[in-house]
């Protein structure tokens, strides 16, 4: 089974639309949960952090539920400079620090 | 502004070819990663260092070493190039532990790599 299952898409939404993203990860140790942007030929960039009350940032929501180990991601009124592949990345620390688990990424197209 | 630099954007390279990949990173972070990005297969861990001079293979170390000489510093090499290589090598770096502004990974802008 893999650490991180994410739908890859691709996800086609009008100008305007609001569009939800789902990723659940399965080590319930894992610790902090991110959303990452990644533009076509480009490195991925952090979106948000997700915590366990959910946070918002703008017309971004993002929600974690541990119990069901279920990672969200909302945007509203999308924009076409949303366009681009959304990575859900799951934290868990080991004796050697760090381990970044990775789901293979979302593709939005937000069209005109 | 904080940041993990990859010494090359693009290469290419023939088959058989040593290849060196740099990557530095200016955060003092302890950890320090190598992923090839491949379409429809997402980031593969090649290997990464929780320390200086300390290494752990990832998911798929076979054709690669790495070296660590240095904390902000961390190689990737290809001894013998092969076309099955080509491919993007992202570096990457985080802190080594959890809490608030640690648990976060910083790319590098990528090395595209082409093997004829």
């Known amino acids: 089974r893999k650490e991180v299952e994410q739908d890859p898409g691709p996800f086609n939404v009008p100008e305007g639309a609001t569009v939800a993203f789902n990723c659940t990860y399965s080590?319930?140790?894992?610790?902090?949960f991110f959303w990452y942007r990644q533009d076509c030929r480009k490195e991925p960039k952090l979106l948000m952090s997700?915590?366990?009350s959910g946070n918002e940032d703008g017309r971004f929501t993002a929600q974690l539920n541990r119990a069901s180990q279920y990672i969200s991601l909302l945007i509203r009124d999308s924009k076409l400079s949303d366009s681009a592949t959304y990575l859900c990345?799951?934290?868990?620390?080991?004796?050697?620090?760090?381990?970044?688990?990775f789901g293979t990424g979302t593709s939005l197209t937000v069209i005109p | 502004d904080v940041k993990v630099t990859q010494s090359s954007r693009y290469l290419v390279k023939r088959t058989g070819e040593k290849v060196f990949l740099e990557c530095v990173q200016d955060?003092?972070?302890?950890?320090m990663f190598w992923y090839r990005q491949d379409p429809g297969l997402g980031l593969r861990l090649i290997y990464f260092?929780?320390?200086?001079?300390?290494?752990e293979k990832g998911d798929i170390p076979e054709g690669y070493s790495v070296s660590r000489e240095k904390k902000e510093r961390f190689s990737l090499i290809l001894e013998s190039a092969s076309t099955n290589q080509t491919s993007m090598y992202l570096c990457?770096?985080?802190?080594?532990?959890?809490?608030?502004?640690?648990?976060?990974?910083?790319f590098g802008e990528g090395s595209r790599l082409t093997v004829l």
């Open positions: 990457a770096s985080s802190h080594s532990g959890q809490g608030m502004n640690k648990g976060e990974l910083f």
């Open positions: 080590n319930s140790a894992s610790q902090s």
């Open positions: 997700v915590y366990s």
């Open positions: 990345v799951v934290n868990t620390l080991r004796w050697t620090g760090n381990q970044f688990y």
């Open positions: 955060m003092d972070h302890e950890n």
């Open positions: 260092s929780y320390d200086v001079k300390m290494k």
